[in-house]
């Protein structure tokens, strides 16, 4: 089965949106445009995923980082973690609680301890949630209600609250709207991309949302129960 996860990543189709989904038994779901495609081997516990590119994704599980890469075996990385995220530059916790980042297949640390209860990043940059606000660098972003998810693009940051509302902050004037579609207390986890941000929710729901159309569209209205995180490959 490893071989199939390797041929969807190594894919150069970029004319359909392509999601990897970590479910609650330790397998890698891969889909484009909603229908599953491959999937990983199993891993134990589950814990997170990060894009290092298009065709290189970072599983966390059970603490330890496996990279899975077009055209290469599996590689675990040395250490243990405890958090990781990321698009293009993935950051990583280690076992004491320090921040750092992963690259060329190695662990370096950013000389600081990680401050919040989670976090993701896009690029160099990385927002954490501490305390009911959104920390992105030197900014803090005070947010209506109990953040549960994060998701970050260039522009935007997108905060799922446990009340029901999704806000969207924008990144460079720092104002807040709510998404217009419902509540989202039941978000189990989301991602974004472009101008697109993919949610999975408790009842099993996959979403595609362009909030700026807006519009929301359902790649599957069940099945997705068990599932832990998503990550938007391209």
Do not use: C
Not at 5 to 18: C, D, I, M, P, Y
Not at 33 to 62: C, I, M, N, R, W
Not at 166 to 175: H, S, V
């Amino acid at each position: 089965m490893r071989w199939l996860v390797l041929l969807l990543l190594g894919s150069q189709v970029a004319s359909a949106t392509e999601l990897a989904i970590f479910t609650r038994d330790g397998v890698v779901h891969f889909l484009k445009d909603g229908l599953e495609t491959a999937k990983s081997e199993e891993f134990s516990h589950p814990q997170a995923l990060a894009v290092g590119s298009a065709t290189e994704l970072y599983v966390l599980a059970d603490g330890i980082v496996t990279v899975l890469q077009s055209g290469k075996k599996p590689k675990r990385l040395k250490g243990k973690f405890s958090q990781l995220a990321g698009r293009g530059h993935v950051f990583a916790v280690d076992g004491k609680g320090v921040l750092g980042e992963v690259a060329g297949g190695e662990f370096q640390i950013r000389g600081a301890a990680l401050t919040g209860r989670f976090f993701t990043g896009v690029g160099e940059s990385m927002v954490v949630e501490q305390k009911g606000s959104v920390l992105d660098g030197d900014r803090k972003f005070p947010v209506q209600g109990h953040p549960i998810a994060l998701a970050l693009t260039e522009k935007r940051i997108y905060v799922a609250t446990k009340e029901g509302p999704l806000w969207i902050i924008d990144r460079a004037t720092g104002m807040q709207r709510e998404l217009v579609f419902g509540n989202w207390w039941n978000v189990i986890d989301m991602s974004a991309y472009e101008d697109r941000l993919y949610i999975i929710t408790s009842s099993g729901k996959l979403w595609e949302i362009a909030p700026d159309v807006p519009e929301k569209h359902a790649l599957a209205m069940s099945g997705w129960e068990s599932a832990y995180t998503i990550a938007v490959l391209r």
